[in-house]
């Protein structure tokens, strides 16, 4: 942007900003004009402007910003990981154990992907490697009946909290879908509140296809919040705005790497500032 | 979407029935709903821009056939420079070099490598009857190495011994060794995924290149990806040379944008398409297909 204040093709230059950060068209739109409406009211210079954007950026996301609380009336409170393949559902409970365990909390781990080659042993090295309870079977065996017996144990064990892995399953087929609707069912046998939290976790390189996503997993499994990983990337996850203005669902943390310290708390001004170039 | 797409081509176009030729506004016109229609579906940015200019350029002056509505003709014109740029004929993995033939997977993380690295070696096999060793060179991520080797137990292709402690080019170098010894046909090397701002992890990818001198290094990318394609294809294009792009998840509901932002950027063709978790679930990539599925037809 020029010192000037800025013009039509600024507009349109701030638009193309947004759309390629993924916010999609409607809502990069919404948000250029709102920006072009203040430009009115204010003189502007470029960095000006992405700060109106971002301060825009952050208005769509302030309010879904939101910390998982792990309320330990009912014990374990029971997490349940669901999301497409590969977006980093075993790795973000791996980084999650860890932070729970910092926290003093008693954690365990169930390998409800019991379909993925070689998932149950990628998820016991993280149980491994931060020296927490993993309940696991053989690889065909049935993800609800698994997640049945982890809770029975780690009720027993008077666990503060369990994580049950699934298998990645893209939200149009319908029958795996069904899956996750049927661990949440079986679990809810032993804990009728159970799962507490329903954690879908979208990759930050996803396009529109997350509204799909959101939609679907939010309606058969009862997703209750959102993870955003591999922000550590060249993508910027900006479709997280639009999917906040549809599904209004919080958003809790953003994984920044692959490493076990690599998760960090949502923040709309953070992230909005990183959206749209300002550091 | 393609409705949509159609119903608003049409919807602008009706007013012109009974003219001559496309003018340049009335395609400007048109040409605002289809670039909303490929940003839809995820289609890079400037890719689309080109794009629209080239679809402008045929648009303009056009003849009005009396039989065709204008819209369809508009879509006809956008159908076919899709499926040109996408590139129309099929490339199968290349073989033509001295055996071992090295074969190099990149991606980033989650892509869907080492399933793909799977399904290729398994399609070697059994339809080119080709014997092939993999390798996974992935020393970074939990039992990486466990994933490759149960999924060449399913398929029935061999997989080199994991040896603790290795570092990847130390694997590459030892693949390759032992594929020659072994008397294998193809060598596929199956890596960690990496953000292409890795520095030291792109260096790796380079260095492993340098030693395996691989006939194919193939990016391999998820059919999902938004506009950070065009950044994914260009990176891994630029520091490694990429000679293909396998595209993973095609069975999901995506429109698979990222086909066209990946070709448009790098000019590599699209050699398979992965369209499911199983190891027979690998495809050749049909341009037509994925021009429908941008489009929504
Ligand atoms: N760079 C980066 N990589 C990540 C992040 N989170 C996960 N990954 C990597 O992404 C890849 C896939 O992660 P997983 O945790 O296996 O994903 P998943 O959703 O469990 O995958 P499936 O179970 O196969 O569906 C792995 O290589 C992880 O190390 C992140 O925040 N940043
Ligand atoms: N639905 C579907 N799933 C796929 C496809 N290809 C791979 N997957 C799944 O995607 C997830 C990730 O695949 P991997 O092969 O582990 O990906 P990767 O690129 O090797 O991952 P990293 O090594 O962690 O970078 C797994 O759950 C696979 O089963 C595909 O074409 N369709
Ligand atoms: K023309
Ligand atoms: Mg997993
Ligand atoms: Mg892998």
Not at chain 2, 106 to 135: E, Y
Not at chain 2, 213 to 227: C, N, R, S
């Amino acid at each position: 942007f020029t010192k000037a204040k800025f013009d039509a093709a600024t507009l349109d230059e701030l638009e193309d900003l947004l759309i390629q950060a993924d916010l999609g068209v409607d809502t990069a739109q919404r948000i250029t004009q709102e920006v072009g409406r203040q430009r009115h009211e204010r003189g502007l210079d470029a960095a000006g402007v992405r700060g109106v954007v971002a301060t825009e950026v952050e208005k769509a996301l302030a309010d879904v910003a939101k910390p998982l609380v792990v309320d330990n009336a009912p014990k374990p409170f029971v997490i349940l990981m669901v999301g497409v393949n590969g977006s980093g559902k075993t790795t973000t409970i791996g980084k999650l154990a860890q932070k729970f365990r910092s926290e003093g909390k008693s954690v365990w781990l169930a390998a409800g992907d019991t379909f993925r080659a070689a998932a149950v042993e990628q998820l016991a090295v993280w149980a491994g490697r931060i020296g927490v309870p993993i309940v696991k079977k053989d690889i065909g065996a049935d993800a609800s009946g698994l997640a049945f017996e982890a809770l029975e144990k780690a009720k027993a064990a008077n666990a503060d909290v369990l994580m049950i892995d699934t298998a990645g399953r893209l939200q149009n087929r319908s029958e795996l879908m069904q899956e996750l609707e049927k661990i949440a069912r079986v679990i809810k046998k032993l804990d009728a509140d159970a799962p507490h939290a329903v954690l879908l976790v979208l990759d930050a390189t996803v396009g529109q296809n997350a509204l799909g996503q959101v939609e679907a997993f939010q309606k058969t499994a009862g997703v209750t919040g959102l993870v955003m990983t591999k922000l550590d990337g060249t993508a910027r996850g900006g479709i997280l705005v639009a999917v906040a203005e549809k599904f209004g669902l919080p958003i809790h943390f953003i994984g920044v790497g692959e490493g076990v310290v690599d998760l960090e708390p949502f923040d709309a001004r953070d992230f909005a500032r990183a959206l749209v170039g300002l550091d | 979407m393609f409705d949509t797409l159609q119903d608003r081509l049409g919807g602008i176009f009706d007013k012109l029935r009974g003219r001559g030729a496309l003018s340049e506004s009335d395609v400007g016109e048109a040409m605002r709903e289809v670039r909303r229609a490929l940003l839809e579906a995820d289609v890079a940015l400037d890719v689309v821009r080109s794009f629209t200019d080239r679809v402008r350029e045929r648009a303009v002056g056009a003849e009005l056939l009396k039989t065709v509505k204008p819209g369809q003709m508009v879509i006809k014109i956008v159908h076919d420079e899709l499926v040109a740029t996408l590139g129309s004929d099929a490339q199968p993995i290349s073989l033509a070099a001295a055996a071992p033939v090295p074969i190099l997977m990149v991606g980033l993380q989650g892509s869907g490598k080492t399933t793909s690295t799977a399904k290729i070696a398994k399609r070697l096999q059994d339809r080119d009857k080709r014997k092939v060793l993999m390798a996974s060179l992935d020393t970074r991520r939990p039992a990486a190495m466990e994933q490759l080797a149960v999924l060449g137990q399913q398929v029935g292709v061999a997989t080199l011994p994991i040896v603790a402690g290795q570092s990847a080019v130390q694997i590459a170098e030892r693949a390759m060794q032992a594929g020659r010894l072994g008397g294998y046909d193809v060598v596929m090397l199956d890596t960690a995924g990496r953000t292409t701002v890795d520095e030291s992890l792109m260096a790796e990818a380079a260095e492993v290149k340098r030693v395996a001198k691989p006939h194919e290094v193939i990016l391999v990318a998820d059919a999902l990806t938004g506009q950070d394609a065009v950044n994914t294809a260009r990176a891994f294009d630029g520091a490694l040379g990429i000679t293909g792009i396998v595209l993973t998840r095609v069975d999901g509901d995506g429109r698979g944008g990222a086909a066209l932002s990946m070709r448009a950027v790098t000019g590599k063709p699209i050699k398979l398409i992965g369209v499911g978790e199983k190891m027979d679930a690998l495809e050749d990539f049909d341009p037509e297909r994925i021009a429908g599925r941008i489009l929504g037809m």
